[in-house]
């Protein structure tokens, strides 16, 4: 009772520290962003107004691998890894690799051979892919990054997510930076299930907030279930637990519910670094549950798989990836052309 009455008036503190972040960034955007590096290739950013779980990784993968032809690299700030601090390219050969580099990076090295650059300073990073034979670089979670000049500016946003509730900045809300701040964008790409009732309403709410950019939708699809690099062939009548580490479950939990036998057990907070005493709670929910195998995503699968197999469990992922319209990839094509 205590805590909820404590609830209840925390808005008094956190509303105006809100109030003051929006401004922070609103004056951000004015005086940091007057002199960036502009780059020798066409960049590619795809970014987020909410605070992670809008879909901006396999946005990335999916553009990158649409344009295969220009050899593409991938620049991510590496985001819990211990290379961040430094501007590095991913060997696919370390050990534990998602530890060093990010989640998310060791992910892409994975389901990609494209060059994956990790580090905050993602001028230095840019810098170091002029060097090689990379004519696009399609940077991952860089629309508040304004030191790097951008050909395209991509603002992903999850239908799912709820306009009214998510119209307040950081603290109180989820926003990085005021709704205002998509006049800054090239375009929006609204990601989620074809069947959600929202797409309407966001792209209503986004022409409102932006005026006139161009708004296109990536329709969540399951390529299916995969064990790293090969697809698994699941033995008819298998029971299954899913689990997951991301920023939002909802989509993801949604994608398993069309999988026969299946129970979801548990959505860990974005970016878990995964322990023993984690893999072991798990195993021992599948064993109670009578399953044999463990389903995740993409991510929670590269950074968690040697611990499972450890364990002598069989860890499957589910595979997601967008269907974007044509006229997605005509738009881009023609962005990166004016370079």
């Given at each position: 009772?205590?805590?909820?009455?404590?609830?209840?008036?925390?808005?008094?503190?956190?509303?105006?520290?809100?109030?003051?972040?929006?401004?922070?960034?609103?004056?951000r955007r004015r005086l940091c962003g007057q002199k960036p590096y502009r780059s020798k290739i066409p960049i590619i950013?795809?970014?987020?107004?909410?605070?992670?779980?809008?879909?901006?990784?396999?946005?990335?993968?999916?553009?990158?691998?649409?344009?295969?032809?220009?050899?593409?690299?991938?620049?991510?700030?590496?985001?819990?890894?211990?290379?961040?601090?430094?501007?590095?390219?991913?060997?696919?050969?370390?050990?534990?690799?998602?530890?060093?580099?990010?989640?998310?990076?060791?992910?892409?090295?994975?389901?990609?051979?494209?060059?994956?650059?990790?580090?905050?300073?993602?001028?230095?990073?840019?810098?170091?892919?002029?060097?090689?034979?990379?004519?696009?670089?399609?940077?991952?979670?860089?629309?508040?990054?304004?030191?790097?000049a951008k050909d395209v500016h991509l603002v992903a946003i999850n239908v799912e997510r709820s306009i009214k509730e998510?119209?307040?900045?950081?603290?109180?809300?989820?926003?990085?930076?005021?709704?205002?701040?998509?006049?800054?964008?090239?375009?929006?790409?609204?990601?989620?299930?074809?069947?959600?009732?929202?797409?309407?309403?966001?792209?209503?709410?986004?022409?409102?907030?932006s005026g006139e950019i161009p708004v296109f939708k990536a329709y969540l699809s399951q390529v299916g279930l995969w064990?790293?690099?090969?697809?698994?062939?699941?033995?008819?009548?298998?029971?299954?637990?899913?689990?997951?580490?991301?920023?939002?479950?909802?989509?993801?939990?949604?994608?398993?519910?069309?999988?026969?036998?299946?129970?979801?057990?548990?959505?860990?907070?974005?970016?878990?670094?995964?322990?023993?005493?984690?893999?072991?709670?798990?195993?021992?929910?599948?064993?109670?549950?009578?399953?044999?195998?463990?389903?995740?995503?993409?991510?929670?699968?590269?950074?968690?798989?040697?611990?499972?197999?450890?364990?002598?469990?069989?860890?499957?992922?589910?595979?997601?990836?967008?269907?974007?319209?044509?006229?997605?990839?005509?738009?881009?094509?023609?962005?990166?052309?004016?370079?």
């Amino acid at each position: 009772m205590i805590f909820r009455r404590l609830y209840d008036y925390l808005w008094i503190i956190l509303l105006p520290l809100s109030i003051v972040w929006a401004g922070t960034m609103w004056l951000r955007r004015r005086l940091c962003g007057q002199k960036p590096y502009r780059s020798k290739i066409p960049i590619i950013c795809v970014g987020n107004l909410h605070s992670g779980g809008s879909g901006k990784t396999p946005l990335v993968l999916a553009i990158s691998e649409k344009f295969t032809s220009r050899n593409p690299a991938i620049l991510s700030r590496g985001y819990g890894g211990s290379a961040a601090k430094s501007s590095k390219v991913v060997d696919r050969g370390a050990p534990n690799g998602s530890v060093c580099y990010g989640d998310e990076p060791w992910m892409m090295a994975n389901l990609s051979s494209f060059s994956i650059f990790v580090g905050k300073n993602r001028v230095a990073s840019i810098q170091g892919i002029e060097k090689t034979a990379s004519t696009l670089a399609v940077l991952d979670d860089g629309f508040q990054y304004l030191k790097l000049a951008k050909d395209v500016h991509l603002v992903a946003i999850n239908v799912e997510r709820s306009i009214k509730e998510d119209s307040y900045c950081l603290p109180w809300g989820e926003l990085r930076e005021p709704w205002s701040s998509l006049r800054y964008a090239s375009a929006v790409v609204l990601t989620g299930a074809r069947d959600s009732g929202c797409w309407r309403e966001w792209e209503e709410f986004v022409k409102e907030s932006s005026g006139e950019i161009p708004v296109f939708k990536a329709y969540l699809s399951q390529v299916g279930l995969w064990q790293g690099t090969e697809g698994y062939q699941r033995p008819d009548g298998e029971s299954m637990i899913g689990f997951c580490g991301i920023a939002d479950s909802k989509n993801f939990t949604q994608s398993l519910a069309a999988l026969k036998s299946v129970t979801f057990v548990k959505a860990f907070r974005d970016h878990h670094s995964y322990n023993v005493t984690d893999v072991k709670w798990l195993i021992e929910k599948a064993q109670e549950l009578k399953a044999t195998a463990l389903v995740t995503t993409d991510k929670d699968y590269f950074k968690t798989q040697h611990l499972f197999e450890r364990m002598g469990a069989r860890l499957v992922s589910l595979r997601i990836r967008y269907d974007i319209d044509e006229n997605f990839w005509y738009f881009l094509k023609e962005r990166i052309e004016r370079h």
